[in-house]
C-alpha cells in the first residue's frame, strides 16, 4: 500500500505519516501542492492519496479534479483532510469525487475510522 | 425674514393667485426664494469646511503615516515569526516523539518475551541451562532499560521546553491584536468622513476561509466531523 501525503505544512505531513505508521502503513511518501503532487501520482503506482485544500500553487480541489480526470489515476481513492468546513465546499468536494472528507483539527480515531471505511468500499 | 415678514408675504401671494395676477406672483415667490439663498449657501460652505478640515485632520494624523510606514509592516514581521517559532516548536516535538516511538516499541517487546519466559520459570518449566540464558538476558535488559528510559526522558523533557513558544507567540499575537484595534478605529473614522454605507455582507465562495474560529462568522460552516460525516451520508456517502 502506497499512500502520497500532501499538505503545505511539514509538520501536518509528519503528524499523518506517524498515524499512517501506526496503522501499518510505512510506504509513504510527501508533496507540498498539487503541483507536486500531480506529477508524484502520475510517475508511481499510488493506492492512496491524503490532500489538504488549502495549498499555494495547486489546492486539493484542483488536485482531485485532475486526479479524476487522469485515465490512469481516476479511481484513485481520494481522502481530503483540511480546515475547509463550509458546507458548499464539502458539497463541492463530494461533486469532484472525493472518497472522504476530514475536517482539522482531526483525531487519531477519525482519521483510522475514514481510512478503513474507505478502503471497505474500495475493496467490496 | 422673520415670521410676520414671512406670513405677509404669504397671504400676499395667495392674494396674487387668487386674483390671477401670475406675474406679481411669480416676483413675490423669488423675493421669498432670494431671502432663503443665502441661508443655504451659507450651510453649503459651512459643510464644505467641516469636511476639508476633517479630510486635512485626517491626512495629518501622524498615527496613520506610523501606522502605514512602520506598524503594519513589523506586524507582518512578527507573525511570520509567530509561524517560524511554532514550526519550530512543533518540529522539535515530533522528533523527540519519533525517536521514542521505536524504543518504547522495543523496550515492550523484549519486556513481554523476558515476561512469557519468567513465567515458564516460575511454573519450573526451565531447564538449568534455559534459565541461566533468561538470566543473562534479564542482566541485558536491565541494562538497556536503563539507557532507553534515560533516552525517553530526555525527549520528554525536549517536548516540554519545545511549548516554550506559547507565552512569547501569545505576547507577539497580543501586541498585533491592539494594532488591528488602531487600524479599526482609523478606518472608521475614514469612513465616518465619507459617508459610505456597508453593502450587504457578500459570501465570496471561491474564498477559502480556513479553520473555523469560534464567534467569527464564516458562512454555512459544519460544527466538526460528525456534521461532515451527516452531510456527507445525505448525499449518498
Redesign the interface.
Known amino acids: 500500500m502506497k499512500i502520497l501525503v500532501v499538505d503545505d505544512f511539514s509538520t501536518m505531513r509528519r503528524i499523518i505519516k506517524n498515524l499512517l505508521r501506526d496503522l501499518g502503513f510505512t510506504n509513504t511518501q510527501e508533496a507540498d501542492d498539487g503541483n507536486t503532487a500531480l506529477p508524484a501520482l502520475q510517475a508511481g503506482n499510488f493506492d492512496f492519496l491524503i490532500t489538504d485544500w488549502n495549498m499555494p500553487g495547486m489546492t486539493g480541489i484542483d488536485l482531485l479534479k485532475a486526479v479524476r480526470a487522469d485515465n490512469k489515476l481516476a479511481s484513485l481513492p481520494v481522502l481530503m483532510v483540511t480546515a475547509e468546513s463550509k458546507r458548499e465546499q464539502i458539497i463541492e468536494a463530494a461533486q469532484a469525487g472525493v472518497n472522504g472528507y476530514v475536517v482539522k483539527p482531526f483525531t487519531a480515531t477519525t482519521l483510522e475510522e475514514k481510512i478503513n471505511k474507505i478502503f471497505e468500499r474500495v475493496e467490496g | 425674514m422673520d415670521a410676520a415678514e414671512r406670513l405677509e408675504k404669504a397671504r400676499l401671494l395667495v392674494t396674487q393667485l387668487e386674483s390671477g395676477d401670475d406675474e406679481a406672483a411669480e416676483i413675490t415667490l423669488d423675493q421669498i426664494a432670494i431671502k432663503k439663498e443665502p441661508d443655504l449657501f451659507q450651510e453649503v460652505g459651512r459643510l464644505t469646511r467641516e469636511l476639508h478640515e476633517a479630510i486635512n485632520g485626517f491626512l495629518l494624523d501622524q498615527r496613520i503615516a506610523e501606522l502605514a510606514e512602520r506598524d503594519i509592516p513589523d506586524a507582518s514581521e512578527r507573525l511570520n515569526y509567530v509561524i517560524e517559532m511554532t514550526?519550530d516548536s512543533?518540529?522539535r516535538t515530533?522528533e523527540a516523539?519519533?525517536e521514542s516511538?521505536p524504543i518504547a516499541d522495543e523496550v515492550k517487546e523484549k519486556a513481554d518475551r523476558l515476561a512469557e519466559q519468567w513465567q515458564l520459570f516460575r511454573t519450573r518449566q526451565l531447564s538449568v541451562d534455559e534459565f541461566r540464558i533468561l538470566s543473562e538476558e534479564l542482566n541485558q535488559f536491565f541494562t538497556q532499560l536503563t539507557e532507553h528510559v534515560g533516552v525517553i526522558n530526555g525527549n520528554l523533557s525536549q517536548v516540554l521546553m519545545a511549548q516554550d513558544f506559547q507565552d512569547l507567540t501569545g505576547q507577539i499575537i497580543r501586541q498585533v491584536i491592539t494594532l488591528v484595534h488602531d487600524v479599526e478605529e482609523k478606518l472608521v473614522q475614514l469612513v465616518r468622513i465619507s459617508g459610505a454605507q456597508l453593502p450587504d455582507k457578500q459570501q465570496h465562495?471561491e474564498k477559502?476561509?480556513?479553520?473555523?474560529v469560534p464567534g467569527v462568522d464564516?458562512?454555512?460552516?459544519?460544527a466538526?466531523?460528525d456534521d461532515?460525516d451527516d452531510?456527507?451520508s445525505s448525499?449518498g456517502?
Open positions: 514550526e512543533a518540529n515530533l516523539v519519533e516511538l465562495a477559502l476561509e480556513g479553520p473555523v464564516q458562512g454555512d460552516v459544519v466538526g466531523q461532515v452531510l456527507l448525499l456517502f
